[in-house]
């Protein structure tokens, strides 16, 4: 199944719907909706809907990390997450999400009009790797069980971008 995030907002009150299987592809227009939100003066909080998520990869669980950091930066308190799946929800706690997040099992907010952020463009590699490594880095941040899961990537990835910058010579 491929995925979907839906977006929409009420008086500052943006709510994200994340449906199917989330991954890499669906993280940049949904890194691009974030710093928009962030930006605007309206907004004042974020409720996150996995309750339609059969997967998501660890680079949108990092954008969702640093959508997390961003709004409580901003605003000084987390953003609420609605999950009713009990996979999903043991990812979450695995990872520390129930630090960065109000993690509840479900908010009406069907008064919402959504719209679907646009379909994964094909993102060059030197593109797709910086997002894979931002996420991952606000993954890390989060606690140091995540620093020591996603060390050997971030630092992997990183690797590949000098040795690929070298070659071509940057």
């Known amino acids: 199944m ?42 004042c909080a974020v409720v996150v809907d996995l309750t339609a998520a059969n997967v998501i990869d660890s680079t949108a669980l990092g954008s969702l990390a640093k959508l997390s950091l961003g ?57 797709t790797r910086e997002k894979v490594i931002g996420a991952h880095r606000a993954l890390m941040s989060m606690n140091d069980a995540n620093k020591t899961k996603f060390k050997h990537l971030v630092d992997a990835l990183e690797l590949e971008a000098i040795e690929q910058r070298t070659s071509s010579g940057d």
């Open 71 to 127: 709004v409580k930066a901003l605003k000084g308190h987390v953003p609420t997450l609605i999950c009713n799946s009990p996979n999903i929800q043991r990812i979450l706690q695995n990872m520390g999400f129930d630090d960065v997040f109000n993690i509840v099992p479900q908010v009406d907010s069907s008064s919402v009009t959504l719209q679907t952020l646009p379909a994964p463009s094909d993102l060059a590699v030197d593109g």
């Open 2 to 43: 491929t995925g979907r995030i839906n977006v929409g907002d009420s008086d500052g009150t943006h709510i994200i719907h994340f449906e199917g299987d989330v991954r890499v592809g669906l993280c940049n227009a949904f890194d691009n909706y974030c710093q928009g939100m962030l930006k605007d003066s309206k907004f």
